[in-house]
Nanobody, 123 residues
Framework: QVQLVESGGGLVQVGGSLRLSCAAS????????MGWFRQAPGKEREFVAA????????YYADSVKGRFTISRANAKNTVYLQMNGLKPEDTAVYYC????????????????WGQGTQVTVSS
């Protein structure tokens, strides 16, 4: 059974940084495109960032471009989200997701999801 486990969330002040990690149990992690999504209270889930199977293609929501960086280590079955310059509006539960082959910016296209990790940015 495929599992995705996020870690690295927490409470941080405005302007601070956090690094989220997502460990996957796929046997062939390199065959999966990965994405990060987030959901704030009372809001719909939204796309944050995605990365292609090789890691050469990366995609970002406009709201995080220039502040967040997605990366992956296929040898470690892990995808990361480095978050710098955090703002109160970044407060949300962050989820990683995976799908085979093609990267997508739509959460509806992803087959596997983690349980989420809370990120809270205090002002």
């Amino acid at each position: 059974q495929v599992q995705l486990v996020e870690s690295g969330g927490g409470l941080v002040q405005v302007g601070g940084s956090l690094r989220l990690s997502c460990a996957a149990s796929y046997r062939t992690f390199g065959n999966y495109a990965m994405g990060w999504f987030r959901q704030a209270p009372g809001k719909e889930r939204e796309f944050v960032a995605a990365i292609s199977r090789s890691g050469q293609g990366t995609y970002y929501a406009d709201s995080v471009k220039g502040r967040f960086t997605i990366s992956r280590a296929n040898a470690k079955n892990t995808v990361y989200l480095q978050m710098n310059g955090l703002k109160p509006e970044d407060t949300a539960v962050y989820y990683c997701a995976g799908r085979q082959v093609q990267v997508s910016l739509s959460g509806n296209d992803y087959d596997y999801w983690g349980q989420g990790t809370q990120v809270t940015v205090s002002s």
